[in-house]
Structures are given as C-alpha cells and as structure tokens.
C-alpha cells in the first residue's frame, strides 16, 4: 500500500489555489479544510489552473467515473467570467482524461446536469 507522504504534490501551488477559492469561492470552510481538498486533487492530478501574471484566473477540482468527468468546482476571477476560462479549464482536463466522454456538473440552484464534452466545448 503506498504510503501519503510519499504522493508528491506542490505546497505552493496548493496554497495559491487555496487562497484564490477562499476568496472567490462559495464555500464557508476554513483554509485549513479547504487546502486539504486541494491537496488530494493535486495528488490525483484532478485539479486544473490558470494562471496569468502570477494570477490565478480560475480554477476546477474533479473526479473521473468510467468516461464521465463530475466538475465540483469550477471558481472563476471576477472580471473573467465571460473568457472562456471554463471551457480552458475543461480542455486541460480533457488533455490528461482524453477517454472521457460525457461532463457533469451543476450550477448555481440547478440539479446536476450532464453534457457531452465535446458538445459542451463546441468541439466536434
């Protein structure tokens, strides 16, 4: 059984998506909790980023099931909203999990709804 503290991940990136997803982000959960569920997702490679200018733009934590991508959260930078930095986020995850094939999440006071990805992302 592989041991935790030999996964490797990046403190500083985890403390800098942290940071970005308590400020912007809709949860009211402690740094500490929150640094936690960042940490495992880079572990298991689940997590994308933008950055820009030493800025993150947004950011989105997953888990893949079978050829489904579930998006729990996907926290965008208030004044990047409308650029297209979902659909960024969701092909960087789609270059690492190409076999996936359909998209899950939901938003603001929806159900979860499904997608097909490359529908979603306008891509054929």
Same mark, same amino acid.
């Given at each position: 059984?592989?041991?935790?503290?030999?996964?490797?991940?990046?403190?500083?990136?985890?403390?800098?998506?942290?940071?970005?997803?308590?400020?912007?982000?809709?949860?009211?959960?402690?740094?500490? &909790?929150?640094?936690? /569920?960042?940490?495992?997702? #880079? +572990?298991?490679?689940?997590?994308? @980023?933008?950055?820009?200018?030493? %800025?993150?733009?947004?950011?989105?934590?997953?888990?893949?099931?079978?050829?489904?991508?579930?998006?729990?959260?996907?926290?965008?930078?208030?004044?990047? &909203?409308?650029?297209? /930095?979902?659909?960024?986020? #969701? +092909?960087?995850?789609?270059?690492? @999990?190409?076999?996936?094939?359909? %998209?899950?999440?939901?938003?603001?006071?929806?159900?979860?709804?499904?997608?097909?990805?490359?529908?979603?992302?306008?891509?054929?």
């Amino acid at each position: 059984m592989e041991n935790n503290s030999q996964l490797y991940f990046d403190r500083d990136v985890c403390k800098k998506i942290t940071e970005f997803w308590q400020k912007y982000g809709y949860y009211s959960a402690s740094f500490d &909790e929150l640094y936690k /569920i960042i940490q495992q997702h #880079l +572990i298991y490679n689940t997590v994308e @980023y933008i950055e820009h200018d030493n %800025l993150i733009l947004g950011f989105a934590r997953y888990t893949i099931e079978g050829s489904t991508c579930i998006c729990y959260d996907a926290v965008i930078r208030k004044g990047y &909203e409308n650029k297209d /930095i979902l659909k960024l986020l #969701l +092909i960087k995850g789609w270059k690492k @999990y190409p076999l996936t094939t359909k %998209l899950k999440f939901e938003r603001e006071g929806t159900k979860m709804k499904e997608y097909e990805i490359a529908k979603f992302l306008g891509v054929k």
